[in-house]
């Protein structure tokens, strides 16, 4: 259980109901993990969640690369819950089924496609380093343009976002959800070395 409770909808105020309503009626269709946190704090919720279906639904980055982007910041993050709920929208997205799996455990994974490399490298630097060398931005521009680098950077910082909510309200997966993380690094500065 998470260490806020999900607002019931005789508990919310006529501002949290308006926000959860939004949410619902958007392309998520329902209110959980870290936007059933940020409801208790509407106006936050009302504006990250509106930042977050720009990130997801809307951005330059083809949906292989976003999800790319996600997982990569759930795992930075040993963020379960978010590994849970986008764990399979990657497989779907056209992700490798051995690169996910090198994600969740950490490791390095080989890829075949120049752009998903920037992705890789561009956030793994990202988290790392706090910086980005003048080469990656130059290689991350080649491979994915000024748009889908600005959006790129804009999905890591949501979903960082997201994944720093999950943990500090301790935001659980699903019940009967297998833990992605129980035999992978548990701190998360030895991930991908």
């Known amino acids: 259980m998470s260490r806020l409770p999900e607002l019931t909808a ?5 501002e949290q109901r308006r926000v959860h309503d939004t949410i619902v009626a958007g ?7 870290p936007l059933a946190v940020w409801l208790h704090r509407p106006e936050l919720a009302a504006r990250a969640q509106a930042l977050g279906e ?3 639904f809307n951005s330059s980055l083809p949906k292989k690369l976003s999800e790319l982007a996600i997982l990569l910041t759930a795992r930075q993050w ?5 590994w849970a709920a986008h764990r399979q929208h990657a497989a779907e997205a056209g ?6 799996e090198a994600i969740r455990k950490g490791e390095v994974p080989t890829f075949s496609q120049p752009d998903e490399q920037a992705v890789f490298d561009i956030a793994t630097t990202l988290y790392r380093e706090g910086r980005l060398p003048d080469a990656l931005y130059a290689r991350g521009l080649a491979a994915l343009g000024q748009d889908q680098l600005i959006d ?3 999905v890591l910082g949501y979903y960082a976002l997201i994944s720093i909510t999950i943990n500090a309200f301790e935001v659980r997966p699903p019940a009967g ?5 129980a035999d992978a690094p548990e701190d998360w500065n ?4």
Do not use: K, N, W
């Open 10 to 14: 005789g508990e919310m105020t006529p």
């Open 27 to 33: 392309p998520r269709g329902a209110v959980r993990g």
């Open 54 to 56: 720009y990130c997801r």
């Open 78 to 82: 040993s963020a379960e819950f978010e």
């Open 95 to 100: 992700l490798a089924e051995d690169v996910i």
């Open 152 to 154: 790129l950077i804009g």
């Open 177 to 181: 959800t297998q833990a992605a993380f």
């Open 190 to 193: 030895v991930c991908f070395p």
